[in-house]
């Protein structure tokens, strides 16, 4: 038993507390929040290659034996997960010391911003149901608090609706958690997966497994709940909404694809048929809502939601091939929607807008921008060889092989509208001649380093997938291993 489980929450928790101490020395904030993301950086390496060399790595606290005490459980997927978060965090607050205004880095950001992912990482380790939850709420409070930074009108408006969403999410959560504790006697994710098959009341497991697809689906933007999204995200400042749309949603996907795999493919057997409609109703919806925008931000935040859907298709198609290109595809789509956001927040310091109609010229005086926003917007649609292509070529051939050609259908469709919408913005926002001049200089050249940083790991990830899919390959075949996660757990031969 290994103690680097525990780092990556540990190590935000203590930088965020020191850095609420110094929230007046702005340069000292700075300084030190990188420094600290850039060793967790190393620590979730080092943390993936421990599970890539030796399986699962578990972490009990305060000496008590599973399933009673708690625990973390890091197998690939979570690994892979912690790293994903730590890469884009750490370019996102890169971005952030070069964008954001002084008044705000003042009001706590960098105190929240690591407080924050002390939630994100702790919800990817978690092996327990409640303390699921309990790292869910840690997350929503940073990001209440991050999202109402500068306390404009329109924010306050959108924070407590989102406020309220959460709320009530939360509250079915715990409902959620409470009809299963009262069905098993435990919380623990493996214990559970072994004691919810001898329920005899499977009308109550059925109606578990619904109250939790409700609550992920409401945290990750899925249909038909994810209506509050995209104005939701567009409210807070640019480089915030970008860790927001790269992270925040895909906790509540992970959520989804852990309790699904180990709870209730098994047990529930109408879970994968609707996972299916809500993949399709995602993808489809939330792409028609970008393609009737016409504002950069916005636009992007309905790709959240389209993009979802794909990862929920390899979800629902749960074969090792759809899992392994749905786990590629929430890397991918980490990456790149990170950066499309930055990109936008790049053009936003520029010209004061992200409204397409007002914009216009960035290539001409931006060119470096345009070529990092065309490359990320074509991964997004799935052009090769970019990594989105890779992934939704996994899932395609995933769905053929299950003869689901329903949801293959609807996902290509999708694709092209996705370049459509992709193209719009280009058209408008970075091609077309435009007499607006660049309204700020100041630290344009670190905002494109920060931005290339993800833009080139989206690349390495496409270019690079023969080396990277093994990782991909290896998290799909430990979530269908659910005797193995058991047994890393709970000790070989707990479920008999």
Not at 37 to 51: P, R, T
Not at 87 to 92: E, W
Not at 482 to 488: H, K, P, R
Request: net charge neutral; hydrophobic share 55%.
């Amino acid at each position: 038993m290994s103690n680097l489980p525990i780092i990556p929450v540990a190590l935000p928790l203590v930088a965020g507390i020191v850095l609420a101490l110094i929230r007046e020395r702005t340069v000292a904030s700075r300084a030190v929040s990188l420094l600290v993301n850039c060793v967790g950086l190393g620590v979730a390496w080092s943390l993936m290659m421990k599970v890539q060399s030796e399986g699962i790595q578990t972490l009990g606290f305060g000496g008590w034996a599973a399933p009673y005490g708690i625990f973390f459980a890091v197998d690939m997927l979570s690994a892979l997960m912690v790293l994903v978060t730590m890469v884009v965090s750490t370019a996102t607050l890169l971005f952030a010391c070069f964008s954001l205004d002084e008044f705000r880095e003042r009001r706590f950001f960098y105190a929240f911003f690591q407080f924050l992912l002390v939630g994100v990482n702790g919800s990817f380790l978690t092996g327990d149901l409640f303390n699921l939850f309990v790292w869910f709420e840690v997350l929503l409070i940073s990001s209440y608090a991050l999202m109402v930074l500068g306390s404009e009108g329109y924010q306050l408006q959108e924070t407590f609706k989102y406020l309220v969403i959460n709320a009530v999410s939360s509250m079915l959560f715990l409902i959620g958690v409470a009809v299963i504790y009262s069905l098993t006697g435990t919380l623990n994710m493996a214990d559970l997966s072994v004691k919810l098959a001898l329920v005899e009341d499977q009308g109550a497991v059925a109606a578990v497994a619904v109250i939790f697809m409700m609550v992920f689906g409401l945290k990750g933007g899925l249909f038909p709940l994810y209506m509050w999204l995209p104005r939701a995200y567009f409210a807070p400042p640019t480089v915030i909404s970008a860790l927001f749309g790269g992270l925040l949603t895909k906790v509540g996907v992970y959520a989804l694809f852990r309790t699904t795999s180990l709870m209730f493919v098994d047990n529930v057997p109408f879970t994968l048929p609707v996972l299916i409609v809500v993949s399709a109703g995602t993808m489809f919806f939330g792409v028609l809502g970008a393609l009737a925008q016409w504002d950069f931000k916005r636009v992007l935040s309905y790709h959240i939601v389209s993009q979802i859907g794909y990862m929920i298709m390899g979800l629902a198609i749960y074969t090792p091939l759809a899992l392994a290109g749905a786990i590629f595809y929430i890397v991918h789509h980490i990456l790149v929607k990170t950066a499309l956001f930055l990109i936008a927040a790049a053009v936003e310091k520029l010209r004061g807008t992200t409204n397409l109609a007002r914009l216009g010229g960035v290539m001409e005086s931006r060119p470096a921008l345009a070529v990092l926003f065309m490359i990320a917007g074509l991964s997004l649609a799935g052009v090769p060889p970019l990594s989105g292509f890779v992934a939704k070529l996994m899932l395609i051939r995933g769905g053929l092989e299950e003869q689901s050609y329903f949801i293959v259908v609807v996902s290509v469709l999708v694709s092209f509208l996705t370049l459509f919408s992709m193209m719009k913005i280009f058209r408008y926002g970075f091609w077309r001649s435009s007499e607006s001049a660049d309204l700020d200089e100041t630290g344009a050249g670190m905002r494109i380093v920060a931005t290339s940083v993800l833009v080139g790991a989206g690349i390495v990830l496409g270019l690079g997938a023969v080396w990277v899919l093994p990782y991909a390959e290896l998290a799909a075949e430990q979530m269908l291993d659910t005797q193995g996660y058991i047994d890393a757990v709970l000790g070989p031969g707990a479920s008999n």
